[in-house]
T-cell receptor, first 114, second 113 residues
Framework: DVKVTQSSRYLVKRTGEKVFLECVQDMDHENMFWYRQDPGLGLRLIYFSYDVKMKEKGDIPEGYSVSREKKERFSLILESASTNQTSMYLC?????????????FGPGTRLTVL | GNSVTQMEGPVTLSEEAFLTINCTYTATGYPSLFWYVQYPGEGLQLLLKATKADDKGSNKGFEATYRKETTSFHLEKGSVQVSDSAVYFCALSAESGDYKLSFGAGTTVTVRA
């Protein structure tokens, strides 16, 4: 069974802290994605990666960075957390090239920044 | 740019009622179209997809037809169950093949027994 796991389901951090969200997939997928989900806005793409050590900005990259040192792992970093980064963060992965490929999602991390 | 517009919720139905969630899109060429579902406390999972015009995707009693002429991909189910209560997202992946999904805002559906 395919699986995308995220390091935490719930996380509470303070303003200014550096925050790491980890995502691991066991499907040998080339592509990995980080989204944030907010009510009424759907999912918005933060960053994505189509290969190890590669990264591309999504629609809302400001305040975030990413790291992909191994194929199966994609980390989202909040360099200095702010209250407007309180949100649900979803990681996803997909296979290879082609716009018809399904993305597989992790369960999400609900981050609260105080 | 690419965008997806889906009907606003929330939608509340009784069991065995007919469900329609409208979805229209803006994109150049021939995108692939998807419906994802998010059950309470879970991540998203693919419900169905269609990759070319006039294709019909179907799964778990849900159906959606890719209509190029109306740029639509409406989701339908003839008889809903309480277990269909979830948030439904329409999404597209552009023909240009950069693997990104553009999502609609999501529609919350609640089915009452």
């Amino acid at each position: 069974d395919v699986k995308v796991t995220q390091s935490s389901r719930y996380l509470v951090k303070r303003t200014g802290e550096k925050v790491f969200l980890e995502c691991v997939q066991d499907m040998d997928h080339e592509n990995m994605f980080w989204y944030r989900q907010d009510p009424g806005l759907g999912l918005r793409l933060i960053y994505f990666s189509y290969d190890v050590k590669m990264k591309e900005k999504g629609d809302i990259p400001e305040g975030y960075s990413v790291s992909r040192e191994k194929k199966e792992r994609f980390s989202l970093i909040l360099e200095s957390a702010s209250t407007n980064q309180t949100s649900m963060y979803l990681c996803a992965s997909s296979l290879g090239r082609g716009n018809y490929n399904e993305q597989f999602f992790g369960p999400g991390t609900r981050l609260t920044v105080l | 740019g690419n965008s997806v517009t889906q009907m606003e919720g929330p939608v509340t139905l009784s069991e065995e009622a007919f469900l329609t969630i409208n979805c229209t899109y803006t994109a150049t060429g021939y995108p692939s179209l998807f419906w994802y579902v998010q059950y309470p406390g879970e991540g998203l999972q693919l419900l169905l997809k269609a990759t070319k015009a006039d294709d019909k995707g179907s799964n778990k009693g849900f159906e959606a037809t890719y209509r190029k002429e109306t740029t639509s991909f409406h989701l339908e189910k003839g008889s809903v169950q309480v277990s269909d209560s979830a948030v439904y997202f329409c999404a597209l992946s552009a023909e240009s093949g950069d693997y990104k999904l553009s999502f609609g805002a999501g529609t919350t559906v609640t089915v009452r027994a």
